[in-house]
């Protein structure tokens, strides 16, 4: 669910437009986790199972240039499947839609995920690119992928749980710092909202995450993020693979002309990750 937070913030910086402001966090009283729930998601993480996936995601910048207060929004449509290795998802293939409110649509491009590699095409990318390739790879120089953070792990879902309090059945709602959901002490002390819903067999079905980082107004503005994520098919088949090595050109052997090429045709500026 923390998915693409890094990216947004970057295409935030340089985008200029008018948002909506974000949903202000509510306050709940923590209760005892309904282990069910955990144990229901870690039944599911195994190889050859997957899960669809719809994720919404967003962030809304205020700051102010020569006194005049300003608003950015830009939007994040994710839609595709998650495949599960051994207690965690191992591979993805997923289409991606961004748009702002300067720039109504960004073309849609597909990436494909597996361990620390990212695979990125559309018509147009494969277009501009050499004879006989029509996928982008790149490599993140992360320990993890980015790309494969989507859904909740067993351990997000128990701290929020542990953080939640049950609104309705099946309906958990809470409240955390932004270091403690991060588990990350330089995250700083922003605030999260998060909102959960299990079908009747305690899997996820929706999970909508706010979280507002703390930061000094007059050097980066005030950020919103909002991720609504949705969940269909747990159980069923997915294998995911990799393209062919003879379709993949590496995102470093681009010549300047090609690189311009697929960021018009909808390749992320700032790389896939």
Not at 107 to 112: A, G
Not at 189 to 218: A, C, I, M, Q, W
Request: net charge positive; with cysteine; hydrophobic share 40%.
């Amino acid at each position: 669910m923390k998915l693409l937070f890094a990216g947004l913030a970057t295409t935030a910086a340089v985008v200029c437009a008018a948002a909506l402001p974000a949903q202000a966090a509510s306050p709940a009283t923590a209760q005892a986790a309904p282990a069910d729930a955990v144990k229901a998601l870690k039944a599911q993480l195994l190889p050859g199972k997957g899960v669809k996936i719809t994720e919404l995601s967003s962030i809304t910048l205020d700051f102010t240039v020569d006194g005049q207060a300003m608003q950015v929004e830009v939007k994040t449509r994710t839609t595709g499947t998650l495949a599960f290795g051994k207690g965690k998802v191992a591979a993805a293939d997923l289409r991606v839609r961004m748009s702002s409110r300067q720039k109504e649509f960004e073309p849609p491009y597909r990436v494909v995920a597996e361990g620390r590699n990212a695979y990125v095409t559309n018509p147009g990318i494969a277009k501009a690119l050499p004879a006989g390739r029509s996928w982008i790879g790149s490599r993140t120089s992360e320990r993890e992928n980015s790309i494969l953070d989507m859904g909740a792990t067993p351990a997000d879902l128990k701290f929020m749980l542990d953080h939640s309090s049950e609104v309705a059945p099946g309906e958990y709602q809470g409240t955390s710092t932004l270091a403690a959901y991060r588990h990350n002490k330089a995250a700083g002390e922003g605030s999260v909202e998060f909102h959960l819903y299990f079908d009747k067999n305690n899997l996820l079905t929706r999970t909508v995450v706010d979280s507002t980082p703390s930061s000094d107004e007059d050097d980066y503005g005030q950020m919103a993020f909002h991720t609504d994520t949705s969940f269909s098919g747990w159980g069923a088949k997915v294998q995911i693979t990799a393209p062919a090595a003879g379709k993949v050109i590496n995102e470093k052997k681009l010549t300047p002309k090609t690189r311009r090429a697929v960021i018009k045709a909808g390749y992320p500026e700032p790389g896939p990750f």
